[in-house]
């Protein structure tokens, strides 16, 4: 136990504390390194005085902790050291509200429109969560240089002065500014007082004091709190309505969390890069600049291997299940106690006859449990990855059908709007061999793995309950990009908060009638056609996530063939050499994937996908063996005409659908 915490002072072991950065009414609030996952946190200390108390904090700091919100600073860890906790926090470089109206004065209506909005949003998180905050003042809500508003110390400051033996008084410990009416009328705290705190921290950042006037005493904001004297807002402009809502003085008459959002909002909109943080959409034509970007990236070769598309196609050989051994792990400093080994998790090969599975339609399975993916026709990779949980790296937007169908990605654009960063989630049947583990935690059920950083990406592996893995990677496509491992971490994070949960989310539609998401890849090539490659069987075959890629190989594996179904803006000069392929115009490329390689490219049908960019369905067929370019993709040319012909079989149609979430 640390008597007097100094910069160099390890806790558990892991947190290494380097500065403080802020005091409060817990103590001094330190900056420090978290050396098993190499992120900076924000560090507090609570002295306790009996276990009760202890109980107590650590019940509040769990319910802070399963709190997932990009206004909503995240609780990471707790460290019980006797007389003394520690709570591991997110790290926001910002200042408090109460900071900037100290050294900059009040705000003005737009400014304090655009932090309420936003904290209105994180309370209705929270709310809905069952999880009152207790102590919404001024000094709790955090905003960056960018305008992001954050709220912290969730039922923190509440649990360390709300023992039973204090009276209602002494509980409020200096913050009677802010208290509801209710509160200071003994009533235990609930959802309509973060409201009425809410608006009473709004009133003071542009009025600059208290709703309920000044005065020379704590006691006298008491007393004017139980007479329910709220004095008039004089610099609020269009804040003047919402605020008057909030600070109601019967609670059954003020809004709700999410109801003030929707004042606050009216009334002040934000600025755009933050509305789209709240209502997790986007703006302008994403299409066109992810297209520019991708061919940008194409001429700059140092980019070229963290492309928002892998480099295409992905080759999927046989997966191996995660094998670390102990010495790997006490190389990597991450063993724990409990730790195991995985075993093989095989693929089940699901298609029918004619090669649709019929699983695209199926509703998540009964026994699917929290932390699983399920049914890998219907689990939705973008349900784990919100555009919003990534807001703190700059302007976020989803993009939900680019590359595999198991994929989903969010962009990261700077302040000129130009996506200059890309976060990617992937659903993977099977555990890959990791070559370079930096370290493992073990978060309830899950394992998360943590990979060394590789140039401009940053990967994690998220081992779920049912032998299967979810893969994010954080990858930077400019020169300022945000840092690739702190953006796969704060995905990371998100992806286990979900699944803690439950198992993935589900989609909320079944494939359009003609996409390919409905077929099976492993029957689009019989034993007849394989024989086109010597050495490959129709039984040495590799079935990807969903069956939506599939490969053949021969025995000694320098021959092989791999479907995969994809997605893109669009196919064009800029995917390969115009090929006919059974009078679909494609694209091949030699030497793409690997050495000794060709790709065709061959559109299907062309869709708006569920935020309104059009998008290319398309599947991508690669032939590997030792020949020369020209009959390798001549090799592979025709085998594409095949899967054409066999697609037209299977499905009641395929070209242009116009229809807006057309997709999968």
């Known amino acids: 136990m640390l008597v007097t915490p100094e910069a160099g002072d390890r806790i558990a072991d892991r947190y290494l504390l380097r500065e403080p950065i802020g005091r409060g009414g817990m103590g001094v609030v330190w900056l420090a390194w978290d050396e098993r996952l190499e992120r900076r946190v924000a560090v507090k200390c609570a002295r306790l005085d009996d276990d ?7 019940g509040e700091a769990r319910n802070a902790g399963r709190l997932h919100h990009p206004n909503i600073v995240g609780v990471f860890d707790f460290v019980d050291e006797g007389a003394t906790c520690w709570i591991i926090m997110e790290y ?120 309920y006037g000044e005065a020379e005493h704590p006691m006298a904001y008491l007393a004017r709190a139980v007479e329910g004297h709220i004095e008039p807002a004089h610099r609020a402009g269009p804040l003047d309505g919402p605020l008057t809502a909030l ?15 929707q004042l606050l909002t009216r009334a002040a909109p934000p600025p755009p890069h933050i509305q789209e943080q709240l209502h997790d959409s986007r703006t302008g034509d994403h299409a066109s600049r992810t297209l520019r970007l991708r061919r940008l990236l194409r001429s700059q070769g140092d980019f070229t291997p963290f492309m928002l598309q892998p480099p295409r196609p992905v080759r999927r050989r046989r997966h191996h299940p995660l094998a670390i051994t102990a010495v790997a792990l006490l190389a990597a400093g991450a063993i724990t106690a409990g730790l195991v080994l995985f075993g ?14 019929g699983a695209a339609d199926a509703k998540p399975s009964a026994s699917a449990r929290a932390g699983a993916i399920g049914d890998e026709r ?16 700059g302007g976020t937007a989803l993009d939900p059908d680019y590359g595999e169908i198991d994929r ?20 993977d049947s099977d555990r890959d061999e990791f070559d370079d583990v930096l370290s493992t935690r073990l978060v309830g059920d899950l394992t998360v793995v943590t990979l060394k950083r590789d140039g401009n990406a940053c990967e994690r592996a998220v081992l779920t309950t049912d032998g299967k893995q979810v893969r994010v990677i954080g990858k930077q496509l400019g020169k300022a990009a945000p840092d690739p491992c702190q953006m796969a971490d704060a995905a990371s994070d998100r992806v286990v908060g979900v699944l803690a949960e439950g198992p993935v989310p589900r989609r909320s539609s079944s494939p359009a009638a003609n996409s390919l998401a409905r077929l099976d890849t492993c029957t689009l090539l019989d034993a007849t056609e394989l024989k086109r490659l010597p050495g490959v069987g129709v039984d040495n075959r590799d079935r990807g996530f969903g ?65 309104g960019d059009p998008t290319t369905e398309l599947f991508q067929l690669t032939v590997y063996a030792p020949q020369p370019d020209r009959q390798l993709c001549d ?30």
């Open 547 to 611: 069956s939506w890629d599939c490969d053949w190989s021969s025995d000694d594996g320098n021959r092989a063939v791999e479907i995969q179904f994809s997605r893109d803006n669009s196919l064009d000069a800029d995917d390969g050499t115009p090929v006919d392929v059974a009078g679909t115009k494609s694209y091949f490329v030699a030497d793409e994937a690997e050495d000794d390689s060709c790709t065709v490219r061959t559109p299907h049908r062309v869709y708006r996908n569920s935020v």
């Open 344 to 357: 093989p998790w095989a693929s089940k090969d699901q298609g029918d006859k004619d090669g649709r599975t």
């Open 52 to 58: 009760r108390a202890t109980r107590r904090l650590m």
């Open 408 to 427: 989903c990605d969010v962009l990261v654009r700077n302040n000129s709007g130009d996506d200059n960063a890309d976060v990617e989630v992937n659903l």
């Open 635 to 664: 090799t592979a040319t025709k085998f594409a005409a095949v899967v054409v012909r066999n697609i037209a079989k299977r499905l009641p149609g395929a070209g242009t659908d116009t229809g807006t979430g057309a997709g999968t």
């Open 378 to 393: 219907t689990a939705d990779p973008c349900g784990l990855l919100g555009a919003a949980s990534l807001s703190r790296f």
């Open 92 to 211: 926001v470089p910002s200042r408090s509200l109460a900071q900037m109206v100290t050294e900059s004065g009040p705000l003005t209506p737009e400014e304090a429109g655009s932090i309420g909005c936003q904290i209105a949003a994180a309370l209705a998180k929270s709310h809905n969560e069952g999880v009152v905050h207790g102590d919404v003042t001024p000094e709790n809500i955090l905003v960056t240089d960018e305008g992001i508003a954050r709220l912290t110390d969730f039922g923190i400051s509440r649990a360390l002065w709300s023992d039973v033996t204090h009276s209602t008084m002494a509980g409020v410990r200096g913050k009677p500014r802010y208290l509801a009416p209710e509160l200071a009328k003994g009533q235990p705290a609930g959802e309509k007082s973060d409201v009425f705190s809410l608006g009473a921290s709004l009133f003071s950042a542009v009025e600059g004091r208290s709703p």
């Open 247 to 261: 600070l109601e003085v019967e609670p059954r008459r003020r809004p709700d969390a999410a109801r003030a959002q």
